[in-house]
């Protein structure tokens, strides 16, 4: 069974900055597409950026320009580097693939805040 664990977050002022990681469990993972989530109180979880394993991007227009996904194959880890972070990006992170998913793990908290 794939295991994810998400680590990184914290708390950070209004355009700061902060790097998100993600260690897959498996040899599944470098043919896999990994994705970033996240998940606002009393929101539904939302796509936030995703690569292939071919390294093909995707990111949310909210995120475009600010958010950066990379992965390490050799380390089965997936990077989501966020800069200029708004108050409207507190959330739960999670990493998880897609399209579909694995068991979900624990997910990382970022909070923005003055």
């Known amino acids: 069974q794939v295991q994810l664990v998400e680590s990184g977050g914290g708390l950070v002022q209004p355009g700061g900055s902060l790097r998100l990681s993600c260690a897959v469990s498996?040899?599944?993972?470098?043919?896999?597409?990994m994705a970033w989530y996240r998940q606002a109180p009393g929101k539904q979880r939302e796509l936030v950026a995703s690569?292939?394993?071919?390294?093909?991007?995707y990111y949310a227009d909210s995120e475009k320009g600010r958010f950066t996904i990379s992965r390490d194959n050799a380390k089965n880890t997936v990077y989501l580097q966020m800069n200029s972070l708004k108050l409207e990006d507190t959330a739960v992170y999670y990493c998880?693939?897609?399209?579909?998913?694995?068991?979900w793990g624990q997910g990382t908290q970022v909070a923005v805040s003055s």
């Open positions: 690569i292939s394993a071919g390294g093909r991007i």
């Open positions: 498996g040899s599944i993972f470098m043919s896999s597409t």
């Open positions: 998880n693939r897609f399209p579909g998913s694995w068991s």
